[in-house]
C-alpha cells in the first residue's frame, strides 16, 4: 500500500494548457506538502496545508492553486502551463507542521513536461 | 533566506568502501535534521535522522554526525553497495519551522 500516492506520474502538455496533478496519503497525518524539484535536483517548498488549511505558501506564480479538500488529500492546478514549469513535483505529508520529528513522507513524483 | 547547503555536488566510490557525505547548514535556530536519500526516477526517502541535543545517531550501515559548533551534518555510509548509489539531500527544520528545508544533494556512484 502506497503512503503518499500521486497521479499522474508524467503528464506531457502544451504550453497554455491547464492541468492538475492529485495526492493522496493514508498515513493519517495533518500536514501536506506540495515540493518541486528542478533539473539540477534542488527540492523547494512551495505550499503546505495543516488539516486543509494552508500554512505555507511561498513565492510561486499565481497560476498555481493548490486545494485540499480533506486532510488526506492536497491537489495541485496549474493554469497557463508555460516552459518553465517543466519539473518533478513532489507531494508528501508529515504527522505536523513544524519543529522537532517532524518527518516529512514523500510521494514518488510526477514528472510534468511542457512543450 | 536561510538555506541548507551541500558541499560536493558529487561523490564516487568503489564498493566496499566507507562513504561520507557532508552538508553545512546556515541557520542556528535549527534544531532536527534528516537524510533523504532519492534514487533515480522516485521520491525521497527518510534514511536517518538527528535532533540538536545529539552529536551523533546509528542507524544500520548509516551514521549521522551534527557539530553545532560549525553548523556541519555529515552521513557516513559504511560498506557501500551499489544499490546506495543515489542522490542525497539533508534537511533541516526547527521548531519555528514549518517545513523541512533541503540542501541541493550529493550524487552517490558506487562502482564495482
Known amino acids: 500500500d502506497t503512503a503518499v500516492s500521486q497521479t499522474p506520474k508524467y503528464l506531457v502538455t502544451q504550453m497554455g494548457n491547464d492541468k492538475s496533478i492529485k495526492c493522496e496519503q493514508n498515513?493519517?497525518?495533518?500536514?501536506m506538502y506540495w515540493y518541486k524539484q528542478d533539473s539540477k535536483k534542488f527540492l523547494k517548498i512551495m505550499f503546505s496545508y495543516n488539516n486543509k488549511e494552508l500554512i505555507i505558501n511561498e513565492t510561486v506564480p499565481n497560476r498555481f492553486s493548490p486545494k485540499s479538500p480533506d486532510k488526506a488529500h492536497l491537489n495541485l492546478h496549474i493554469n497557463s502551463l508555460e516552459l518553465g514549469d517543466s519539473a518533478v513535483y513532489f507531494c508528501a505529508s508529515s504527522p505536523s507542521g513544524r519543529g522537532d520529528g517532524n518527518t516529512i513522507y514523500f510521494g514518488e513524483g510526477s514528472w510534468l513536461t511542457v512543450v | 533566506g536561510e538555506s541548507v547547503g551541500l558541499h560536493l555536488p558529487t561523490l564516487s566510490v568503489q564498493e566496499g568502501d566507507n562513504s561520507i557525505i557532508n552538508c553545512a547548514y546556515s541557520n542556528s535556530a535549527s534544531d532536527y535534521f534528516i537524510w533523504y536519500k532519492q534514487e533515480s526516477g522516485k521520491g525521497p526517502q527518510f534514511i536517518i535522522d538527528?535532533?540538536?541535543?545529539?552529536d551523533k545517531r546509528q542507524g544500520q550501515r548509516v551514521t549521522v554526525l551534527l557539530n553545532k559548533t560549525v553548523k556541519h551534518l555529515s552521513l557516513q555510509i559504511a560498506a557501500t553497495q551499489p544499490g546506495d548509489s543515489a542522490v542525497y539531500f539533508c534537511a533541516e527544520n526547527s521548531q519555528a519551522g514549518t517545513a523541512l528545508i533541503f540542501g541541493k544533494g550529493t550524487t552517490l556512484s558506487v562502482s564495482s
Open positions: 498515513l493519517g497525518h495533518d500536514t
Open positions: 538527528i535532533r540538536s541535543n545529539m
